[in-house]
């Protein structure tokens, strides 16, 4: 789809000839391997897996490791991005344990999370917390500190207190590109939840990737990939509707004003 | 002049970043009166104008209100910037706008609806309550952000250069305009711009100032009758004698 909601046909060219051309050579060259499968058997894996409901019940699991993480970090890091942009010193007090925590990779924390949670939910809602977190607070300091400056000094002439001019001017100011950063911080998520379960945890689509993987059954596994995607897809332009219907004007980028 | 001046910069100089930009600025102006800032870019007009509205303080000397220091922005002082696209929230309709500035001035909002009604007329935009600034013609935004001033109800108007960025016609449209609304309401202006002709055609007086530091280099009286004329008095020879000594001052600035 394209930003105007139609079809963009010469888009969709190079995926249905890539699609063609390997199911042709998968069932001309009598190719047998453990790794790819044709994409009719992926489709028949996709919509069987579909029809059984395991594909859903992995899904809802992934999601719930994905968006509990994603709440829970998410608007800490929201909340907290607003008060370094906000007020400097807590900002500079802060920005040598930040920078020191954020760059360690949320995968490494792993054997961590697990002694601490043990596998299940909890530790899909730390990791996932962690990224989330810091990915939010940076995106919304920034996103925060990037208001028109001249809007700023419109509150200062007007003697906006700064609780108004933060509620008044700052929020909606910036509310485009904290709708970015959530929109980045959603499908990090994903990425983060579905890595935790193909390392460790065994649940959701992650450990299904897995288990079709060490079953020799490549469709499946292929099949997973295409719903992946298929979720991933859906997650965004689910988003981008909440933006437009959600938050009116001010949610708009300044391009769409 | 016996009545204490409205508005004063005493010996105002103001250093940023180690650079002195204004140095020693000292002038009166009289309640009422209409003083225009000229000079060559980068002399600092724009910041005597932060000056007199308190977003930003002298570092040595003062800038005075009713013979009281401004030391913080006030309600009664009101600024319209250039960039009236910026200067607007996009997300609030012209309502919305104009009622920021009772909302922060703590109207209570059921007398906000008349006024901000009063306020769209008096600017030529009745009717056009409901329409985004990124509806409306760059005219209108300005138009806009001057009514968002007048919520202020101010007693000191202050314009940065807010007809810099319009075309010729919607320029002389609300000269016209500004003109006609301080006249009725008595209010003082300083405006600054870098026309010349604008400085003259609207002001009582014409203060230039020149550059590295920004300095007073010229006052002059502008001695043409009210209500100002876009044809005569731009004819009148008093009009091109003054234009002929500012666009010396300017060019003597620059050298």
Redesign the interface.
């Known amino acids: 789809m394209t930003a105007t909601g139609r079809l963009n046909w010469l888009g969709m060219i190079l995926p249905l000839a890539l699609v063609l051309g390997l199911e042709l050579w998968l069932r001309t060259a009598g190719i047998v391997t453990d790794i790819l499968a044709p994409p009719s058997q992926v489709i028949v894996a996709l919509i069987g897996g579909l029809l059984n409901g395991t594909i859903l019940a992995a899904t809802l699991k992934t999601l719930t490791g994905a968006f509990g993480g994603l709440l829970i970090g998410g608007s800490l890091g929201m909340l907290l991005g607003i008060v370094f942009a906000v007020v400097p010193v807590i900002d500079r007090a802060m920005e040598v344990t930040v920078e020191a925590l954020r760059p360690i990779p949320s995968v490494a924390l792993l054997p961590v999370a697990l002694m601490v949670f043990g596998f299940g939910y909890g530790m899909e809602f730390a990791i996932v917390g962690k990224s989330c977190f810091f990915l939010m607070l940076i995106l919304t300091r920034s996103a925060v500190r990037g208001v028109?400056p001249?809007?700023r000094?419109?509150a200062?002439?007007?003697?906006?207190s700064r609780a108004?001019t933060t509620w008044?001017?700052i929020l909606?100011?910036s509310?485009p590109r904290l709708f970015v950063a959530f929109r980045l911080a959603a499908s990090l998520s994903l990425v983060i939840s579905i890595t935790i379960e193909i390392a460790v945890n065994p649940q959701g689509l992650g450990y299904a990737i897995m288990t079709a993987q060490q079953a020799l059954r490549p469709d499946l596994m292929l099949a997973y990939f295409v719903w992946i995607g298929l979720v991933g897809l859906c997650l965004n332009a689910g988003l981008l509707l909440a933006q437009r219907t959600l938050f009116?004007?001010?949610a708009l980028t300044?391009e769409a004003? | 002049m016996t009545e204490a001046p409205k508005f004063a910069f005493a010996s105002a100089t103001l250093a940023l970043g180690g650079k002195t930009i204004l140095q020693n600025i000292t002038f009166d102006i009289a309640a009422g009166d209409f003083v225009c800032i000229i000079g060559a870019s980068g002399c600092g007009k724009t910041t005597a104008l932060r000056l007199a509205a308190g977003l930003y303080q002298p570092t040595t000397g003062e800038v005075r209100l009713d013979s009281h220091p401004m030391t913080a922005p006030r309600p009664d002082v009101a600024i319209v910037f250039q960039d009236y696209g910026k200067a607007l929230l996009p997300w609030r309709t012209a309502t919305g706008n104009i009622s920021l500035a009772m909302e922060a001035g703590g109207v209570p909002k059921a007398e906000r609806g008349d006024r901000i009604a009063e306020l769209l007329t008096l600017v030529g935009l009745s009717g056009q309550g409901e329409k985004y600034p990124g509806e409306m013609s760059g005219g209108m935004q300005q138009r806009l952000q001057i009514a968002r001033c007048l919520a202020q109800n101010p007693s000191v108007l202050l314009m940065d250069e807010p007809f810099g960025a319009l075309d010729a016609m919607t320029r002389q449209g609300l000269q016209d305009e500004v003109l006609e609304l301080v006249a009725r309401s008595g209010t003082t202006v300083i405006f600054v711009t870098h026309d010349l002709e604008e400085a003259i055609y609207l002001g009582d007086r014409v203060i230039g100032l020149l550059p590295h530091p920004g300095r007073v280099g010229i006052d002059v009286p502008v001695r043409l009758s009210r209500p100002r004329d876009q044809l005569t008095t731009r004819e009148d020879p008093e009009f091109l004698r003054l234009r002929r000594e500012l666009f010396d001052f300017i060019k003597g600035s620059e050298a």
Do not use: N, S
Not at chain 1, 156 to 160: D, E, F
């Open positions: 028109e001249r809007l000094e419109v200062r002439a007007l003697r906006l108004a008044k001017i909606p100011a509310l009116g004007r001010a300044e004003r």
